[in-house]
């Protein structure tokens, strides 16, 4: 079956400080790859993928993600975490539905807060 | 660009009575539309996915009868809760893909649904 696993509900991060928000996943075949965000009030944005091609992906808002295949995991990491990063964060992985047309399954979120 | 609008916001309903919830593309032709139902605190949980000009696919465990969807334009697709309970209370979200890339979802804001 095909899951994704975020095994962190909240993470805390100081300004300025780096942050990583984690994500395993188990897919058959290639794995597509996506991380969005939630902020209070607004609606989910799309912030990258990982579909082929470098491991290193870079997105909107300085955040970027590592996929790394041996360890199933896509990261999404920021050099410098903002007090208006905060929000939830969800990440996502390309499955099949019932009549075989391509949805995505996602991880529960985990709610990042940055402290000033 | 990549605007998708929902309507209401929000809707207080009477236990019994049927509510409809709208989701539009604003500035883009949506092949594909995907309604979701969200949690407090918790994940996106897929409720259906609709393909313009033909039904829905409903995944496991959401009743068709009970949670219509219409999608009978490339800009519109509707939700419809019919007999609300009190149980049917929560958040929907509604999102489209289409501009070529499917996973490349593009989130509705949200309907806050309350049912007394």
């Known amino acids: 079956a095909q899951s994704v696993a975020q095994p962190e509900d909240q993470v805390n991060v100081a300004e300025g400080n780096p942050l990583t928000v984690k994500c395993t996943y188990s897919?058959?075949?290639?794995?597509?790859l996506f991380w969005y965000v939630q902020y209070p009030n607004r609606g989910l944005q799309f912030l990258l993928k990982y579909i082929t091609g470098d491991n290193l992906v870079k997105g909107s808002y300085g955040f970027e993600a590592e996929f790394n295949k041996s360890q199933t995991s896509f990261h999404l990491k920021k050099p410098s975490a903002l007090v208006s990063d905060s929000a939830l964060y969800f990440c996502a992985v390309r499955a099949l539905n019932a009549g075989n047309n391509r949805k995505l399954i996602w991880g529960l979120g985990t709610s990042l807060a940055v402290n000033p | 660009g990549a605007v998708v609008s929902q309507h209401p916001s929000w809707v207080i309903c009477k236990s019994g009575t049927s509510v409809k919830i709208e989701c539009r593309s604003l500035d883009f032709q949506a092949t594909t539309m995907f309604w979701y139902r969200q949690f407090p605190k918790q994940s996106l949980m897929l409720m259906a996915t609709?393909?313009?000009?033909?039904?829905?696919?409903?995944e496991q465990g959401v009743e068709k009868d009970k949670f219509l969807i219409n999608h009978a334009s490339l800009t519109l697709s509707t939700l419809t809760v019919t007999s609300a309970h009190p149980e049917d209370s929560s958040f929907y979200i509604c999102?489209?893909?289409?501009?070529?890339?499917?996973?490349?979802?593009?989130f509705g804001p949200g309907t806050r649904l309350t049912v007394t």
């Open positions: 897919v058959s075949g290639n794995p597509y």
């Open positions: 609709s393909n313009e000009g033909s039904k829905a696919t409903y």
């Open positions: 999102s489209a893909g289409g501009r070529g890339v499917w996973y490349e979802q593009y």
